[in-house]
RNA sequence: GCACCCGUAGCUCAGUGGAUAGAGCACCGGACUUCUAAUCCGAUGGUCGCAGGUUCGAAUCCUGCCGGGUGCGCCA
């Protein structure tokens, strides 16, 4: 066990244990990072209360009782009774060998849950936008995540591919040919399809009519209808891909969980929930009404699960998500990445859903809350024009500012290779600045910020990796072959091999907080670390054998901590920058 | 009107009820015949929106207020 805090907590528990009775053992010891040591023991201050004496008497005893000699080399009771700890250089060392030789770099395997993730979920025939690749990238980091500590990942994307505007748009589709250029730009540039279709809808009464009339068909069923909506979905899962490609995405064609998959099951989820008295008509729609939920002039706020004419809208398809989620994928938790101005919504399919006893089975849902992205003015991010900004040029933007600086500094470098470190980088520093900031709060989109090269940026930890790269291939060794024996001499040594210690918690910790952030942080952290030891403490050039050896090991397991963590938040390391 | 989110350094953002609230950027001052300077070291910068309350201790929890954003019946 290589996470200092939990081994001190351990022993503090002991420790309390045994100088205030055994009902003490189970107390918080409330070990935390320490500005004046490595941890700090805060258990004494809350328990000095509980027991009617004076803290630093407390702080006192606990330290009599204190078993930490093979682990900690400095206990000291200090201000009104924090307990300061300071590590052992010795088991610090120790501790990161363990993590050198682990694979896992100090991450525990968790007890598996089942855990579907919603994220993505692009609509068929329209751009995404901004807010669809902050889901995208956000739901992809935690899957790659808790994929990774063990759990069995489902991944849901909630495509549009159903509703009304089909019948526009498979109209269209006729009207330019099926396999005309007009079609083809679902592909590449799918709002001018899209509004190809809007505009002659509202401009045009005989399409409009043909348009509703198809609604029809395509409810129906009639089978010529299907295979044309079919082949919008076609093309457009082509533009999904392309764009997930792009971004180096793990979503895949089997992961897509459509609207429409779920069309056989809405009247059942209608009829189950009348039937249990949770939905009755209000208006001529079939409603939920929940209590605590009330909108304008205190009217109640209703979930609408079937429309006045009949058909069902997305309430009655988030049921049946959640049903199925539950029911068959015998979800633990249910991850919905989705905007955060879906939320009272969301919480009205999760009390509905509670209501009808759909998750009884011990299923927990989970709003993972998307914050907007705004553009420098503080707005929606969006063109000079106000039109929404197309994802893929976006990228191409990012790619190609990246390669500027990769030009600039990397002459010597064949055009092949810079252009690959440009995708890599410039899509790095897009999918990293989505991730390092809380994802709940909105954030301000801004090139240059996440361009740079120095700040807790993607392409600083990129370059942080190609640095510590470079270093074995000029040392002629790999990395795996740099197995120490580490010895800590140096404070810079000292400081970087607890860094590391950090990894394994802080990865638990994105698991059960669904905060990526919170992982950026750690891996700046850890990098800048990383740079001020190499600043101080030279690898190659050590003064002996056993200090090179020691100081190798150290910076091959900073290299497998930071690639792995880039890897968790879906963030490549180019070879060499 | 009701609900949710937010308000922390000039800017962008962190912050697990614990000691003197932190980063990055910008600004200022240093370090390159380099182990990749695409970097590093240092300095400056704060009534944590305001006012109460709980607590030994509050940026953090509770209440009220101010300011900003978002949502609130047949779109998703």
Redesign the pocket.
């Known amino acids: 066990m290589a996470d200092p805090?939990e081994v001190l907590s351990h022993r503090v528990q002991s420790a309390l244990g045994a100088a205030f009775g055994p009902e003490y053992a189970e107390t918080d010891p409330?070990i935390?990072?320490?500005?004046?040591?490595d941890f700090?023991a805060?258990a004494a201050?809350?328990l000095?209360?509980r027991l009617g004496r004076k803290?630093r008497d407390v702080a006192a005893e606990i330290v009599e009782r204190l078993d930490v000699d093979d682990v900690v080399r400095e206990v000291e009771i200090?201000?009104?009774g924090?307990i300061?700890l300071t590590l052992r250089d010795e088991w610090i060392a120790a501790q990161a060998q363990q993590i050198l030789a682990d694979p896992r770099a100090g991450v525990a395997v968790q007890e598996a849950q089942n855990i579907p993730i919603d994220y993505s979920a692009p609509?068929v025939a329209k751009e995404m936008h901004v807010g669809h690749l902050r889901t995208t990238v956000v739901g992809d980091a935690l899957a790659r995540t808790l994929e990774f500590l063990g759990h069995n990942v489902i991944r849901q994307n909630h495509i549009?591919d159903w509703?009304?505007p089909f019948g526009m748009l498979i109209e269209h589709l006729l009207d330019v040919g099926e396999h005309s250029e007009q079609a083809d730009l679902l592909k590449s540039d799918p709002n001018a399809f899209y509004q190809g279709a809007r505009a002659k809808f509202d401009g045009d009464e005989e399409f409009a009519t043909r348009a509703r009339r198809r609604v029809v068909a395509l409810q129906g069923g009639d089978a010529e209808t299907l295979r044309l909506w079919g082949e919008l979905i076609e093309l457009s899962k082509s533009y999904f891909n392309k764009i997930y490609r792009k971004l180096d995405v793990t979503l895949t064609d089997a992961d897509l969980a459509g609207?429409s998959s779920y069309n056989d099951a809405l009247e059942g989820i209608c009829r189950e929930l009348e039937d249990k008295g949770i939905a009755e008509v209000?208006?001529?729609?079939l409603?939920v009404f929940l209590d605590g939920f009330?909108?304008?002039?205190?009217?109640p706020?209703?979930l609408?699960i079937r429309?006045?004419?009949g058909?069902y809208?997305?309430g009655t398809?988030d049921l049946a998500t959640i049903k199925y989620r539950a029911e068959v994928l015998k979800a633990d938790r249910i991850l919905y990445v989705i905007g955060?101005?879906?939320?009272?919504?969301l919480e009205m399919v999760y009390g509905t859903a509670r209501e009808a006893g759909w998750l009884d089975g011990g299923t927990t849902p989970i709003h993972v809350q998307i914050?907007?992205v705004?553009g420098s003015d503080?707005k929606i991010l969006r063109t000079r024009s106000g039109a929404p900004i197309r994802l893929m040029a976006l990228l191409d933007e990012a790619i190609e500012r990246a390669g500027r600086?990769?030009a600039e500094?990397?002459p010597d470098l064949d055009e092949a290779t810079r252009a690959e470190?440009a995708r890599e980088?410039g899509v790095g520093a897009v999918k990293y600045a989505d991730l390092?900031?809380?994802h709940?709060?909105?954030?301000?989109f801004?090139f240059d910020?996440m361009l740079?090269?120095?700040?807790?940026t993607g392409?600083?930890l990129q370059?942080a990796t190609?640095?510590i790269?470079?270093?074995f291939r000029?040392g002629g060794l790999t990395p795996e072959e740099a197995t120490g024996p580490i010895r800590i001499a140096e404070p810079a040594e000292r400081a970087l091999a607890l860094t590391l210690l950090g990894f394994g918690p802080v990865v638990e910790q994105v698991g059960d907080s669904l905060?990526p952030?919170?992982l950026c942080?750690y891996l700046?952290d850890l990098a800048?670390t990383f740079?001020?030891f190499?600043?101080h403490?030279?690898?190659?050039?050590a003064e002996d054998a056993d200090v090179r050896a020691s100081r190798l090991a150290l910076t091959a397991a900073t290299l497998r901590t930071l690639v792995l963590g880039l890897s968790l938040l879906g963030v490549s390391a180019p070879e060499?920058?």
Do not use: W
Request: aromatic share 8%.
């Open positions: 805090q409330v935390r990072p320490s500005q004046f040591a700090q805060n201050l809350a000095a209360k803290p200090s201000g009104p924090f300061n609509n549009g509703g009304t609207e209000s208006e001529g729609a409603c009330t909108g304008r002039e205190g009217k706020v209703p609408i429309k006045s004419d058909g809208g997305y398809t955060a101005p879906q939320h009272l919504h914050g907007n705004l503080g600086v990769v500094n990397r470190i980088v390092s900031v809380s709940d709060n909105e954030y301000v801004d910020r740079a090269l120095n700040g807790n392409p600083y370059y190609a640095r790269r470079s270093i000029k905060e952030h919170r942080a700046f800048q740079t001020s190499y600043e403490c030279p690898v190659l050039k060499q920058m």
